[in-house]
């Protein structure tokens, strides 16, 4: 039954009416799905009520988000929803997911979860299970699997779909990748900056590793270690000449002369990492976030560890300027390449 301090909640229930100043949901154990006060489900016997002060203590208590009056998009405007809309394409990312059985599973229209899903994720849908399929696809790979099979197990249905989907995820064929970067041709460069040898390196598809270093030996050293059996070139005139116009205007931003150049990037990473890596690049020069605020804009508010190490594990330096994030007590935090170079990006920002 409920207990007597609920009768005020119980009212409002059965009134369905909210009260901002004491926000409530309530659970029917018969159903096990949770609501708003405001809900306009038919009314549960009280003896089957139990009431909840936030949304994320009636789910971890068993409860299912009502579709009807979507009680976690209202505790968290927009993220809550959509970040479990996330982890179902997430768990059935092998599976055929039309936007309109997503918008189904999400209790909205075709067009309304297709844009609500894009403003938190930056993002379709169809693009979001596309990175999770080649997450689990890599995975497979590295643990052995021959192409034909991991393609299959990670729900693409042919190899030749395949290739429709490595551009910003694999970074190169499938075989290439599991022969780490075998028959692929990567050309770098190495320059002297105001904060240190840089290397940068590209594959065809664009910028695949900028790094810094102490040595050009070192960072050749770096690049061959992610890529052990690709061939690698220096650029010159046999080359990719691109590269050095790339290298000179990276290397006129650091120096203070220009801005960041916008080049194309060829991301290799799970679908985790990437949705951090793309948020980084809209934070704009002089401003800083946190490793929280990262994990609350990509809708993983739980994951700040995870944001943190995704910023680790960044290969883009300044490209995308995971220099930009910051400790929630304002510390500058841990960075690849050294805090005295971090300090001097903010720093440069700044001014």
């Known amino acids: 039954m409920i207990d007597t301090t609920d009768n005020d909640r119980w009212a409002r229930v059965q009134a369905r009416t909210e009260d901002a100043s004491d926000p409530f949901f309530y ?30 203590g009636a789910t971890a208590a068993g409860f299912r988000p009502c579709r009807r009056c979507h009680p976690q998009a209202i505790a968290n405007p927009g993220t809550s929803l959509m970040a479990d809309m996330a982890r179902f394409i997430r768990n059935h990312a092998d599976q055929p997911l039309p936007l309109s059985r ?88 190495t320059r002297e900056t105001v904060l240190g040898p840089l290397m940068m390196a590209a594959t065809e598809r664009g910028v695949c590793f900028v790094q810094f270093g102490e040595t050009a030996g070192g960072l050749l050293a770096q690049l061959a270690a992610e890529f052990p059996r690709a061939r690698l070139l220096p650029a010159g005139p046999e080359a990719s000449q691109p590269l050095d116009d790339w290298m000179a205007a990276l290397a006129d931003h650091l120096a203070g002369s220009a801005p960041r150049p916008d080049l194309p990037l060829d991301l290799r990473g799970t679908a985790f990492q990437i949705k951090v890596w793309r948020f980084l690049l809209s934070v704009k020069p002089g401003d800083v976030v946190s490793y929280g605020e990262v994990a609350e804009a990509i809708a993983e508010p739980r994951a700040v560890r995870a944001a943190a190490s995704a910023c680790g594990a960044n290969r883009m330096a300044v490209l995308i300027p995971c220099h930009r994030v910051l400790r929630a007590d304002g510390g500058l935090g841990g960075y690849r390449w050294g805090i005295e170079r971090k300090r001097a990006l903010l720093d440069a920002e700044r001014r």
């Open 27 to 56: 659970a029917v154990v018969t159903t096990g799905i949770f609501c708003r006060p405001s809900c306009p489900s038919r009314t549960p016997r009280p003896a089957n009520v139990r009431f909840f002060d936030s949304a994320t």
């Open 102 to 189: 997503l918008a189904e599973e999400a209790g909205m229209s075709p067009f309304h979860f297709q844009r609500r899903f894009k403003a938190e994720f930056s993002i379709s849908p169809r693009d979001y299970q596309a990175a999770e399929r080649l997450t689990m696809f890599k995975g497979r790979l590295r643990d052995g699997e021959n192409v034909l099979h991991a393609t299959l197990d990670a729900g693409f249905g042919s190899t030749s779909r395949i290739y429709e989907h490595v551009d910003g995820g694999l970074g190169m064929t499938p075989r290439a990748y599991r022969a780490g970067g075998a028959g692929e041709t990567i050309v770098h460069a």
